[in-house]
């Protein structure tokens, strides 16, 4: 079975740096997608980031040359450095994994598991 948990949240000032977290258990993170989505008050949830079974990395265009997501393959978990946070980071953070491979990575419907969330507010 599937579990993905999240930590790292927190509350930060603007320009700030946070690392999430994401540890994996049932399925072995670089074998599968990986995916960082948000969501912030009174809007949808929506894509982050991912990292595929091959390593390849994709960003939104909203968090390019901010945030890296990366692996560690030994410890089965999945991280995302966030670096110059803006008060409209704000949001609950989930991590996601897809069953299969998917020709969408941004999709939130490509996704099959994901995590309870962990809460990032960035002040200003």
């Known amino acids: 079975q599937v579990q993905l948990v999240e930590s790292g949240g927190g509350l930060v000032q603007a320009g700030a740096s946070l690392r999430l977290s994401c540890a994996a258990s049932?399925?072995?993170?670089?074998?599968?997608?990986m995916g960082w989505f948000r969501q912030g008050p009174g809007k949808e949830r929506e894509f982050v980031a991912a990292i595929s079974w091959s390593g390849s990395t994709y960003y939104a265009d909203s968090v390019k040359g901010r945030f890296t997501i990366s692996r560690d393959n030994a410890k089965n978990t999945v991280y995302l450095q966030m670096n110059s946070l803006k008060p409209e980071d704000t949001a609950l953070y989930y991590c996601?994994?897809?069953?299969?491979?998917?020709?969408?990575?941004?999709?939130?419907?490509?996704?099959?598991?994901w995590g309870p969330g962990t809460q990032v507010t960035v002040s200003s």
């Open positions: 996601a994994q897809q069953r299969y491979p998917s020709s969408s990575v941004s999709r939130t419907d490509q996704y099959d598991y």
């Open positions: 049932g399925r072995t993170v670089s074998t599968v997608t």
